[in-house]
């Protein structure tokens, strides 16, 4: 029932604003749906796609190589690069919820893949972001377009090719935002599109088509990270911003689809994250005297159920001819 979604609360800091680094201009990469930095390169992945590719950006967001493989993937959404530099695609967007498995599949720098098929416990989902543990352990959140995003990770070792049952580990509710862009209007604040983890793996990040949500993981936990509150970090006028990651120095990075489109920056926005939970009551202020905002200056919740009834249409719709133009 929509009267049934529960939105949790969340800050927003006044943090600098999103600058653009440089403008993704290769038409190869006209989804950009995930991305991963390790400070010198960006790595970068398409939505859909026929065969598994990472592309390798430098600063100025030019393609100096593709790491490709064979394996022929159903639908990339997100991207994560674990300690020993493997890349982990999550192979699971499923916009029609019609997949018995999904995937995620490792990649080396060389160019070697190796797949594992999972299942979900309670039917299928479509699934965005992916999140790698310290300690190499995947977890998935879905993009629900009517209530709370799932959470999800492997219940016990990865098998190959598998498939490895899933655990439900938790959920998260995003409440909706003022924050313009995205394709599918105020709804799109609502959805998770992406997600990272910080270099240290003491911050957890999940966006929508409109804002980040950083969480506080001082252990590296993720599944009892997404279980704080986070700091909101707005990220406006994205065409459909699906892309976000860190730079080693805590530098939140975002990108969207379509050729023409910037990566943008915000700059050390780890040094906004509190690795203590904040009392409940006042809101705390921002790093450096800064006044912190609640962010409940979106819509109140009859325009949410309001918008949902419109949106939701046009999600599935767009959903659909997504779909359409993969398998």
Avoid at 295 to 304: F, L
Wanted: with cysteine.
């Amino acid at each position: 029932m929509l009267c049934a979604l529960v939105l949790a609360p969340s800050v927003a800091y006044a943090a600098e604003a999103p600058a653009p680094v440089c403008t993704v201009k290769d038409k190869r990469l006209n989804e950009l749906s995930g991305l991963v930095s390790d400070g010198e390169h960006f790595y970068a992945i398409n939505d859909g796609g026929t065969k598994t590719q990472v592309f390798v950006l430098g600063r100025d967001c030019a393609v100096q190589r593709v790491i490709t493989n064979a394996a022929d993937p159903y639908d990339v959404e997100d991207l994560a690069r674990a300690a020993d530099g493997t890349f982990w695609l999550s192979d699971t967007g499923d916009n029609r919820k019609q997949r018995d498995t999904v995937a995620l599949l490792a990649l080396t720098p060389q160019g070697k893949a190796t797949l594992y098929r999972l299942t979900y416990p309670d039917g299928q989902h479509d699934t965005e972001a992916l999140l790698l543990g310290r300690d190499g352990t995947p977890y998935l959140v879905t993009k629900n377009i009517l209530g709370d995003a799932s959470v999800f990770r492997p219940k016990g070792k990865l098998a190959s090719p598998g498939p490895t049952p899933l655990e439900n580990v938790g959920s998260v509710a995003i409440k909706t935002t003022d924050t313009e862009g995205g394709p599918v209007g105020a709804l799109g604040s609502l959805l998770v599109t992406g997600g990272a983890t910080s270099a240290d793996g003491k911050v957890v990040a999940l966006r929508t088509y409109t804002d980040a949500y950083l969480y506080p993981a001082p252990d590296g936990d993720i599944a009892a990270a997404l279980k704080r509150e986070p700091v909101r970090v707005p990220l406006p006028g994205e065409k459909q911003g699906e892309a976000i990651a860190f730079d080693p120095d805590g530098t939140l990075l975002s990108g969207s689809e379509g050729v023409g489109e910037p990566i943008k920056a915000v700059p050390k926005a780890t040094d906004l994250v509190k690795m203590e939970p904040e009392p409940s009551g006042e809101a705390p202020a921002a790093p450096g005297g800064a006044s912190a905002a609640p962010s409940g200056s979106g819509p109140d919740e009859s325009t949410v159920t309001a918008v949902i009834v419109v949106a939701a249409v046009l999600v599935i719709g767009f959903g659909l001819f997504r779909r359409s133009r993969r398998r």
